[in-house]
Every structure is written in C-alpha cells, then in structure tokens.
C-alpha cells in the first residue's frame, strides 16, 4: 500500500491536525516578528510571548518569478547542512514512494494540487506534505524578499498540544471544511483521529470519534465528503 502513497494523500494525513497546530501556535506567539540565523542556526520569534526555536528545519522556498518550489537540500546558495537535513530526507521518502514533488529538486507551481500561483500557498502545501512525513507538527512560512516565502518546520515544547478538548476539535473540523481542500474526507477523520489519540469507527456513511469528554458522529454524503458533524461537546474538566 505505501508504494500508492500520493502528495495528495499526505496534504489528507496533514489536514486537521497541521491545522490544530497552527492554530495553537497562534495563541503561543500572538503578535509577533521572526528572524533566522541559518549559519548560527537559531530561530526566534520575538514579541509579546518570546519564544526561540529549540530546533527548526529549512524545507525551502516559493519563488514568484519562477513561479517554483525550490528545496533546501538543491539551492545553489547552499546552508548547512543540518539546516537542510530534514529537507533531504523528504526527498529520499520521495524517491522512495515514488513522490515527484517530494523528490524533484524545483516543483513548478502549476504541478501542484490547485495550481495555485502565489508563494504562500505554495509554501503551505510543500509544508503539509513535508508534515506527514516528518511528524513535525508545527511550521513557520515567512518573507525572505522580493515576494519569495521561506518555508521552516519548528520546534518548542510550548508548541505542543494542550490536552484533547473538545471545542477545540470541533472548531479545527469546521475550519478545516470551511477553508482547506482535502480530497478524501475519510482519510482526513481517520488520519486526525490517529494523531489526536482519538478513537474512530467507520460504519457506512459514518464515522464516530471518542476520546476524553468528546463523543462526535460524522455524515459522509453520497460522494464521501463530510456532510454534518454531531458532537457532545462535554469537556474532560466538566465544562
């Protein structure tokens, strides 16, 4: 089965749970500005809530006047080693799968989900697929000029879950489905489950998730997207 293992099965793996991340890394930093060292390798978030990076990872970057995707591990500018380490192995996982965009040193925009054509999103999708990978949850895109976005999974404990709630869970799906593409509606659940530590059981056209003070039963429509959530949204703390 891995070797039918698509870039748009890993954005699916990716979907919710990159999601959440996000999210709570916005609630860490709050108003914030960045700045990276890639020589002293160090990453810092400055602010209201400082944080510096206890690792971080340069995947690449979005450029617009090629309107392409370049890896860390092919830029001829060249950073080290360690910086473009975790960029090396997605494209060895890429090689191995047989996943062009992970493989490939530059990705034209157009070869990608959507064809999108600002930087930005380039750099989301080329940092999804980079997260289901990798297990590295959290990531950071910011401008590195003249329109180019830079593209970096980071790490702190702070960026670590809170334990499972289920206002939150609710919230991230409804995102989720309000502003993202997915494609296979029953690998995002399934994936998200897993990630989460929920529980899941599919049984026709639905999916039932349980975990810590959270019940939720969700509709698939007749072409498998995600029609209507039910949820119980009780609190493992009794809120």
């Given amino acids: 089965m891995q070797n039918s ?29 960045w700045h990276v060292d890639l020589q002293a390798r160090r990453f810092e978030f400055t602010g209201a809530q400082p944080r510096t990076c206890t690792a971080f990872h340069l995947l690449g970057s979005a450029a617009p006047g090629p309107a392409s995707w370049l890896w860390a591990w092919a830029n001829p500018s060249g950073f080290p ?14 090689l191995q799968h047989g996943i062009q965009e992970l493989a490939s040193a530059e990705v034209p925009f157009s070869a990608l989900p959507g064809s999108p054509t600002e930087p930005h999103l380039v750099a989301g999708l080329m940092t999804e697929a980079a997260k289901a990978v990798t297990g590295l949850w959290t990531s950071y895109n910011g401008d590195a000029g003249g329109g180019t976005r830079a593209a970096f999974l980071v790490e702190h404990p702070d960026f670590h879950l809170p334990p499972i709630d289920s206002v939150r869970v609710m919230r991230v799906m409804q995102q989720a489905l309000a502003g993202l593409r997915l494609s296979d509606h029953r690998r995002v659940v399934y994936s998200y489950a897993k990630h989460r530590g929920l529980g899941v059981k599919f049984d026709g056209d639905q999916a039932t998730l349980s975990g810590p003070g959270l019940s939720a039963v969700v509709d698939f429509d007749g072409l498998g997207r995600i029609a209507h959530i039910n949820a119980n949204l009780s609190s493992a703390n009794g809120g």
């Fill in 81 to 94: 080693a360690e910086v473009a380490a975790t960029a090396a192995r997605l494209r060895d996982f890429g």
């Fill in 5 to 33: 293992l698509t870039f748009t099965d890993l954005l699916d793996d990716a979907a919710l749970i990159s999601l959440e991340h996000q999210l709570h890394l916005e609630e860490v930093l709050a108003e914030h500005s």
